[in-house]
C-alpha cells in the first residue's frame, strides 16, 4: 500500500518526519530513520526502504554500502500523519554494528514469530535428515499425537517437575503445536487474531 505523500503533515517536523522499521516476519522493532518527501518517494519507487541522512544532508539507501537492504512489505501512516511505520523484509543485520536491530534488547521477543518462518522454511526447503522432515513424512496423525504428548508432559513437569523442566516441556509443546499449524496451512497470526476477536 502506497502512501499519499502530500497528505502527511510534513510542516510539523520541518520536513523530516521519523519512520519506524519492523521487521515484516518477527514484527521486531530494527531501526528509526528520518525521510523527507523525496526519499519517501523513491522508497514507494524502488521498494527499498531511503532515509533521509542528517549527518550527511543526502538521501540514504539503507544497504547501499553494506548490501543489507530493507525491502518494503508494508507501509503505515500514523493518526496523526506525521510518522511512518514500514514493515520490512531485513537483508543481514540492520545495524551498522552487526546487530539485527539498532535497540540492544537482551534477546528477541518474538522468537517465536521466527520460529515459525523456520518451520515454513523447511517445508519449502526440505533437509535431508531434519526432524521436522522426519515427522512430516510420519503424516499429520504423528504430529497431532506429538502435540498431544507434549501436552501431558508439560502438565507433568507444572505440577511434579522443576521450573527448568516446565520451561523445556512449554518450549516443546509451542514448538510442535506450530508446527502441527503449518501442517494444517494455519499461522500463529491465525491464532491471534482469534485471541483478539474473542477478547473483544
Given at each position: 500500500m502506497n502512501i499519499n505523500i502530500s497528505s502527511l503533515d510534513w510542516d510539523k517536523t520541518a520536513g523530516l518526519l521519523p519512520v519506524i522499521i519492523q521487521d515484516y516476519k518477527t514484527l521486531e522493532v530494527l531501526m528509526l530513520?528520518?525521510?523527507?518527501?523525496?526519499?519517501?518517494?523513491?522508497?514507494q519507487a524502488e521498494g527499498k526502504v531511503t532515509f533521509f541522512s542528517r549527518s550527511?544532508?543526502?538521501?540514504?539507501?539503507?544497504?547501499e554500502t553494506s548490501n543489507n537492504f530493507l525491502f518494503v512489505k508494508e507501509l503505515f501512516v500514523d493518526c496523526d500523519n506525521d510518522t511512518i511505520l514500514i514493515k520490512a523484509d531485513a537483508v543481514g543485520p540492520?545495524?551498522?554494528?552487526?546487530?539485527?536491530?539498532?535497540?540492544?534488547?537482551?534477546?528477541?521477543?518474538?522468537?517465536?514469530?521466527e520460529?515459525?518462518?523456520?518451520?515454513?522454511?523447511?517445508?519449502?526447503?526440505p533437509v535431508e535428515g531434519s526432524y521436522i522432515n522426519k515427522m512430516r513424512n510420519k503424516g499429520l496423525n504423528k504430529i497431532a499425537q506429538k502435540v498431544g504428548e507434549e501436552g501431558v508432559e508439560?502438565?507433568?513437569?507444572?505440577?511434579?517437575?522443576?521450573?527448568?523442566?516446565?520451561?523445556?516441556?512449554?518450549?516443546?509443546l509451542i514448538?510442535?503445536?506450530?508446527f502441527l499449524l503449518k501442517e494444517k496451512g494455519l499461522s500463529i497470526q491465525d491464532i491471534a487474531k482469534n485471541l483478539?476477536?474473542?477478547h473483544k
Open positions: 530513520g528520518y525521510m523527507n518527501a523525496e526519499a519517501l518517494e523513491k522508497t550527511k544532508n543526502r538521501l540514504w539507501t539503507k544497504g540492520t545495524c551498522h554494528t552487526g546487530s539485527r536491530s539498532c535497540f540492544k534488547t537482551d534477546f528477541n521477543q518474538n522468537f517465536i514469530f520460529l515459525e518462518n523456520i518451520i515454513a522454511d523447511r517445508y519449502e526447503n508439560t502438565v507433568i513437569a507444572a505440577l511434579a517437575e522443576t521450573e527448568e523442566d516446565l520451561i523445556n516441556e512449554s518450549s516443546d514448538f510442535h503445536l506450530l483478539e476477536k474473542r
